[in-house]
């Protein structure tokens, strides 16, 4: 897809240069609303099942932005410039289509935030790598894709939901309730597809999440087909 091929009528907005104002413009717009950008900053993971989406960190906030097939491919770590258009699909997902792109260097990725389900803040650590632990209160199918179930994990007062793929739970489910767990994913506060959630979410995929299951005062490590986490 190029955006010279988009036949709906387009608002014309200023080229916006940084995460945070793709973010903001990305949670605003309207369907048919489309703005140029032009980012640079470092990539710090690449989606699961897509090679073509990334996130990007720059200096105010992190973004997920994809590129075109005859683009180069990138790898954590990678310092990118690039430029594209956004806007946001026919069921209000954002999409921000990279044109074109530029491997600049490398620089170190940001480390994985070990931190508390009450300490999370929708804004400055969304699209986050992160590590939390908690007791899995609840887990039921995903209605619209069986290859996904949810978890609803609590510590303390504070409760989140965590989105895994059906084969990242190497147990009976009956066995997870009341569980402890350990778990790495990506902190969101809305998917990137069609489907969105009224409150933040953990999604553990293939590529960034990895379980530690603590089972009667013994650890059980299972790692995701493809992840790459160091213990």
Known sequence: MATAGLNAKQTEYPTIHTAVGLNEFLADARRDEYAPFSITGVVQYISTGNN????????????MLSRALNMPCVKPGDLVSVSGMASTGQHGEPFSYGEK???????????????????????VHNLALIQVEGTVIDIF??????????LLLKDGENTILLAVSTDQVPIKRTELIDATIRIRGVFTRSTHGIRKFSTPVIVVNRDSGKVLLHLHRKYATYFPPGGHFEP
């Open 101 to 123: 792109l530029s491997i600049l260097g490398h620089e170190p990725t940001e480390p994985i935030l070990k931190i508390r389900l009450g300490e999370l803040d929708e804004t």
């Open 52 to 63: 073509n989406l990334f996130c990007v960190r720059d200096s105010t906030a992190r973004v």
């Open 141 to 150: 199918d995903d209605e619209v894709d069986g290859h996904n179930c949810f």
